[in-house]
T-cell receptor, first 109, second 114 residues
Framework: GQNIDQPTEMTATEGAIVQINCTYQ??????LFWYQQHAGEAPTFLSY????GLEEKGRFSSFLSRSKGYSYLLLKELQMKDSASYLC??????????FGAGTTVTVRA | IAGITQAPTSQILAAGRRMTLRCTQD?????MYWYRQDLGLGLRLIHY???????GKGEVPDGYSVSRANTDDFPLTLASAVPSQTSVYFC?????????????FGPGTRLTVL
């Protein structure tokens, strides 16, 4: 089974940087995903890590350390539209994607 | 149709009634999934299908059934709804199961069982 932990809420100022941490325990790690979900909407894909290291995609970056069971999502140059819930999801085996409860990020002017 | 659609958008249902949530994708994805999302618990996998004609149980399958008669459709049925099945249900699809196969989510169905 999986145990995925991420903070419940974070608040930051427009233009700032926020780092959302995710720790996990799994018996068969096969990739880690980050999704963004605005209130009342469907989750949308942000990033995928399967090897250790940093993946950068515009203002968003995601880091993975498999030995530590740890990932983070870094949001830079925060904008008001980045206010959303961010979901960490770990793939175990071929199909099973287990999600954390999500981190709600509030961006303030 | 573009992407993945779900119907209905929302539904209020009396306990004990049968209900089918519909999901259709036009991306020719092999794999499809049903999740429920509850406050504080995140998304939990109910059932999945890796290709037409095959289905499998996820984390919380009890009280739900699915079928996959073709590539595009993956309906979820509640045979006899109970209040604990009140949730937001998301259907998702991906090109395959493993590797870099991001899941694309439908808009969700908000179900209330009274």
């Amino acid at each position: 089974g999986q145990n995925i932990d991420q903070p419940t809420e974070m608040t930051a100022t427009e233009g700032a940087i926020v780092q959302i941490n995710c720790t996990y325990q799994t018996s068969g790690f096969n990739g880690l995903f980050w999704y963004q979900q605005h209130a009342g909407e469907a989750p949308t894909f942000l990033s995928y890590n399967v090897l250790d290291g940093l993946e950068e995609k515009g203002r968003f970056s995601s880091f993975l350390s498999r030995s530590k069971g740890y990932s983070y999502l870094l949001l830079k140059e925060l904008q008001m539209k980045d206010s959303a819930s961010y979901l960490c999801a770990v793939r175990e085996g071929d199909y099973k994607l287990s999600f954390g409860a999500g981190t709600t990020v509030t961006v303030r002017a | 149709i573009a992407g993945i659609t779900q119907a209905p958008t929302s539904q209020i249902l009396a306990a004990g009634r049968r209900m089918t949530l519909r999901c259709t994708q036009d991306m020719r994805h092999n794999a499809m999934y049903w999740y429920r999302q509850d406050l504080g618990l995140g998304l939990r996998l109910i059932h999945y299908s890796n290709t037409a004609g095959t289905t499998g149980k996820g984390e919380v399958p009890d009280g739900y059934s699915v079928s996959r008669a073709n590539t595009d459709d993956f309906p979820l049925t509640l045979a006899s709804a109970v209040p604990s099945q009140t949730s937001v249900y998301f259907c998702a699809s991906s090109p395959g199961l493993a590797g870099y196969n991001e899941q694309f989510f439908g808009p969700g169905t908000r179900l209330t069982v009274l």
